[in-house]
């Protein structure tokens, strides 16, 4: 990604967080109750903004639109009851084709919202059976991809209390979901995001095909039309296992389309079924 597009995505993102809000409520606040980022006059003032069609215009700051014709918004500052756990799933397949980008997009859209409306947040990694602490420039591709419940019982909360989680992930396959998934319990409606390839979904490829893999031998042989029905049926399946699991817990399974870029990208994450909503105004 050039400097420009990369600066015009960051831009996008920021112009982005500072609308939204998460959807419904956790542990009994609902989305925008809890003590964060205000815009109304309480707490000590943290920063104006530029205010942009769709805003609250109670937001307004008055005194600089008569003063200098312009329109901007105030912020004030306090504590936050909604923290923040975004969990990043290792492995390979997470660093292949667009997904880097499309999860990089997405884990920054969250965090933005979070730091937008002052709510505590952390990135975790998971790595080969173990978590840690995400660090600048760290890349869920390059990660080992290991026992995913001894990593997710690793996590550690975010904050004074257990708040929201956000499952970034492109597994499918469980031998176990209460088991593996257990570490996810300790979150009240768990959200899970799976960045997928549309070959991924629907695999068109047939006849003579070559896959690799890396750190791993290339696998050569012949895939009909019959194997692509059959693929896609057991896919269906394991996602609906995965999205009842969650159901049953208060929380939501959205797929994504890794290659897509931009709004179309994150629009899915504003949709009725995602978790993010605009703030009316």
Not at 61 to 67: A, M, N, P, S
Not at 197 to 210: D, F, H, W, Y
Request: aromatic share 6%; charged share 25%; hydrophobic share 35%.
């Amino acid at each position: 990604m050039s400097a420009a597009s990369s600066l015009d995505h960051s831009r996008l993102i920021e112009r982005l967080a500072g609308r939204l809000r998460w959807r419904g409520a956790v542990d009994g606040v609902s989305a925008g109750q809890g003590r964060g980022s205000r815009s109304a006059a309480s707490g000590e003032f943290d920063n104006h903004a530029r205010w942009c069609p769709g805003d609250d215009l109670h937001r307004l700051d008055l005194r600089v639109w008569l003063r200098l014709r312009q329109r901007w918004t105030r912020s004030y500052r306090d504590d936050s009851s909604e923290p923040l756990t975004i969990i990043l799933d290792g492995g390979a397949s997470m660093g292949f084709g667009d997904k880097p980008q499309a999860v990089s997009w997405t884990c920054e859209l969250f965090l933005a919202v979070a730091r937008s409306r002052r709510d505590p947040h952390r990135l975790w990694i998971l790595d080969d059976g173990n978590a840690r602490v995400a660090l600048p420039g760290d890349r869920s591709g390059v990660a080992t991809r290991g026992d995913l419940r001894s990593a997710l019982q690793r996590v550690e909360p975010t904050g004074s209390g257990p708040g929201r989680v956000v499952m970034i992930s492109d597994r499918i396959v469980f031998d176990d979901l209460d088991d593996q998934l257990q570490g996810l319990n300790r979150w009240a409606k768990p959200i899970w995001i799976s960045p997928w390839l549309p070959e991924e979904v629907t695999p068109t490829a047939s006849g003579q095909v070559r896959l690799e893999a890396k750190q791993e031998p290339p696998w050569i042989g012949t895939i009909d039309r019959s194997s692509c029905q059959r693929y896609r049926q057991q896919f269906d399946r394991y996602q609906r296992a995965l999205r009842s699991w969650l159901t049953r817990r208060g929380g939501s399974h959205l797929p994504i389309d890794a290659s897509q870029q931009g709004e179309v990208l994150l629009r899915p994450l504003l949709h009725r079924s995602g978790p993010l909503e605009v703030v009316s105004g």
